[in-house]
Nanobody, 125 residues
Framework: QGLLVEFGGGSVQPGGSLRLSCGGV????????AGWFRQAPGKEREAVSC????????IYADSVNGRFTVSTDNAKKVIYLQMNNLKPEDTAVYYC??????????????????WGQGTQVTVSS
């Protein structure tokens, strides 16, 4: 399997929005499904969301449910994380991750083996 690349991070004020994108280099990540994770300084990595193959199913952490939306663009072969009503506590480096066989169900036992380089999201006034 190839590499993952995330982009779309940046700095916004509280209440603002950002859309992160995750693309595969050499493969179609939307076909496999992926998880989104984040890690803030001094904190453990946190699972944010997961989407199954071709976007058939999604789950969200309680902390982002109702504000974040994960989706696939099957024409562009990418996965998005739309983040609305951002809060300062959303500040972190965000990563997408996948594995070398398709994700049919999002559960906590998924072993991701391909990770992107991360993109910084900063929410501050």
């Amino acid at each position: 399997q190839g590499l993952l690349v995330e982009f779309g991070g940046g700095s916004v004020q509280p209440g603002g929005s950002l859309r992160l994108s995750c693309g595969g280099v050499g493969f179609a990540v939307n076909e496999y499904g992926a998880g989104w994770f984040r890690q803030a300084p001094g904190k453990e990595r946190e699972a944010v969301s997961c989407i199954t193959t071709y976007g058939a199913g999604t789950i969200y952490a309680d902390s982002v449910n109702g504000r974040f939306t994960v989706s696939t663009d099957n024409a562009k072969k990418v996965i998005y994380l739309q983040m609305n009503n951002l809060k300062p506590e959303d500040t972190a480096v965000y990563y997408c991750a996948t594995r070398n066989y398709i994700i049919k169900d999002c559960d906590t036992n998924i072993k991701y083996n391909t990770w992107g380089q991360g993109t910084q999201v900063t929410v501050s006034s």
